[in-house]
């Protein structure tokens, strides 16, 4: 059974970095598909922020591209998100989540930004 | 960029009863539509991918179909477990863009 499962902090200040890591079990990313992060502010829809393959090759969404980053540690069989100079818009439940289907999800991390 | 319009945005029916979602997307998509469903405090699970296939272990009462343009999500007969939100979402063209969900709920 495929499994995913984020983790990182949940407080992020306003400008910083916002880090999270998606641990995968049951199954190798470097056996294929991507892998991907979604957001979602409370109460709120759904954004797709960006994706990557175990090769490293991403995709991003347009509208974060300029703040967003995902690696992939193969050895680890684990995925990163890095989304810099945050405000409180940025503040959401993120998920990871195997790509293209969105077939298997994490349970989510709460990051609010905030002073 | 494609856009998805989902609606109705809420909807209220009995158990039972037959409920239907639309989504259309601002281009041509194929058939390249997952449906998920959304319960509180939990993640989107997917229910239905490539627009018409029920994914596995997924009740026989959900079903999609659309191509192109033109979706439809149907419940044949409405469960009390089956309140949750439900999302369209499109995964032809970045950013893969996702319906503004449908609240649904028990008459």
């Known amino acids: 059974q495929v499994q995913l499962q984020e983790s990182g902090p949940g407080l992020v200040k306003p400008s910083e970095t916002l880090s999270l890591t998606c641990a995968v079990s049951?199954?190798?990313?470097?056996?294929?598909?991507?892998w991907g992060w979604i957001r979602q502010p409370p109460g709120k829809g759904l954004e797709w922020i960006g994706s990557?393959?175990?090769?490293?090759?991403?995709y991003y969404n347009p509208s974060l591209k300029s703040r967003v980053t995902i690696s992939v540690d193969t050895s680890k069989n684990q995925f990163s998100l890095k989304l810099s100079s945050v405000t409180a818009a940025d503040t959401a439940v993120y998920y990871c989540?195997?790509?293209?289907?969105?077939?298997?999800w994490g349970q989510g991390t709460l990051v609010t930004v905030s002073s | 960029d494609i856009q998805m319009t989902q609606s109705p945005s809420s909807l209220s029916a009995s158990v039972g009863d037959r409920v239907t979602i639309t989504c259309q997307a601002s281009?041509?998509?194929?058939?390249?539509l997952n449906w998920y469903q959304q319960k509180p405090g939990k993640a989107p699970k997917l229910l239905i991918y490539?627009?018409?296939n029920l994914e596995t272990g997924v009740p026989s009462r959900f079903s999609g179909s659309g191509s192109g343009t033109d979706f439809t999500f149907t419940i044949s007969s409405l469960q009390p477990e089956d309140i949750a939100t439900y999302y369209c979402?499109?995964?032809?063209?970045?950013?893969?863009?996702f319906g503004q969900g449908t609240r649904l709920e028990i008459k």
């Open positions: 281009q041509d998509i194929s058939n390249y």
């Open positions: 049951g199954y190798s990313i470097s056996s294929g598909y991507y």
């Open positions: 989540a195997r790509q293209p289907n969105f077939d298997y």
């Open positions: 490539d627009a018409s």
């Open positions: 979402q499109q995964y032809d063209n970045l950013p893969y863009p």
């Open positions: 990557i393959y175990h090769s490293g090759s991403t």
